[in-house]
């Protein structure tokens, strides 16, 4: 069996933990051999890749980014399945791991399904809004990483009686803000899920501030709020609605110093959050389902992804995983808001 493995879409700590992993468990238990595949379909396109050995995943398991590279190539750009089967075959590759988010998930499942393409997934995204699966590896690592950020930020923010407006990442879903927001005791959260006007944030920031408290806001970079002036959005909301003025935490800032009063300071935490060494908690989830990924090609089944259910790895279909987005429910909502303001 000669496996080929790639990550694609945007890069997410725990991705080499999971190469990794299938590496280690595809030799010593299924003899396997492996091909690594540059910057995710580009080198499947392109016939850029390399044989890839035990050695080349030594101590690979902390380390960020991929060792792969990783790109937003489409599968069915530049030939598509025609030339990715004649690449297939001139390295005598028989399947593919691929380890990515929405796009790449959906991409390798049209494969399967309309080409007879031999692939299983592994999930992938700091966002954790991927169905079917509990958790994604990296969404720790970044909501870790965003938790340090607002615990530093508050320290500056008492010392200069300031609010503090901090915008995480999480594109179309508020899990990252929802998590380091409740961890780093923030007094307000702002999800797209759940879009609230001016006059409440200004609420809840005034609320903390008369507490003798720095009001934190922490905002998901795809919240837009109620309301929100439709002149400035013509200019400012991208085609998936996110307000891009420089990201909403700088629209949000001078916002609510003029409606409270309070100074008001802005932080994108941005690409910081993908950056770096994963957590103990998302090194071994993406080697479990590394391992778990080469199981699954070692047994034909085509079309399955590793999935994390509870505490275990299971395989369910890799579309299930972009068919229904796991956005914030609406219980997770009110329960944070009992401690905002
Ligand atoms: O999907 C992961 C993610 O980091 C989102 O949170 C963010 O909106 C997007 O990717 C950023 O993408 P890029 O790295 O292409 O700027």
Known sequence: ????????????????????????????????????IRDGWRGLLDDDMFDMTMLDVRGLSGRGGTILGTSRTHPYEDGGPGRMREVMAAHGIDSLIAIGGEGTLAGASRLVN??????????????????????TFGFDTAQSIATEAIDRLRT??????RCMVIEVMGRNVGWIALHAGMAAGAHAILMPEFPVDFDQIAE?????????????????EGFVP????????DHGVDNKGRVRLGGIANYLA???????????????????????SPTAYDRV?????????????QHGHWGKMASLKGTDIVSVEMSSAVHSLKSVPLHRWEEAQVLFG
């Not at 496996?3 to 238990?29: E, F, H, M, Q």
Request: aromatic share 4%.
């Open 1 to 36: 069996m000669k496996i080929g493995v790639l990550t694609s879409g945007g890069d997410c700590p725990g991705l080499n933990a999971v190469i990794r992993g299938i590496v280690r468990k595809g030799i010593r238990t299924h003899n396997a051999s492996f091909v690594g």
């Open 114 to 135: 309309e080409e007879g393409l031999h692939i299983v997934g592994v999930p992938k995204t700091i966002d954790n809004d991927l169905g079917n699966t509990d958790y």
């Open 285 to 297: 989830l993406s080697t479990r389902l590394g391992m778990a990924a080469v199981d699954l090609a």
């Open 156 to 161: 500056t923010a008492e010392s200069h009686h």
């Open 254 to 276: 001078p916002k609510i110093e003029e409606i409270t009063g309070i100074e008001s300071r802005a932080t994108i935490l941005g690409h910081l959050q993908r950056g770096g």
């Open 226 to 233: 109620e309301g929100f002036d439709s002149q400035v959005a």
């Open 204 to 220: 809840w920031v005034t609320s903390a501030k008369d507490r003798g408290r720095a009001p934190i806001v922490v905002v998901a």
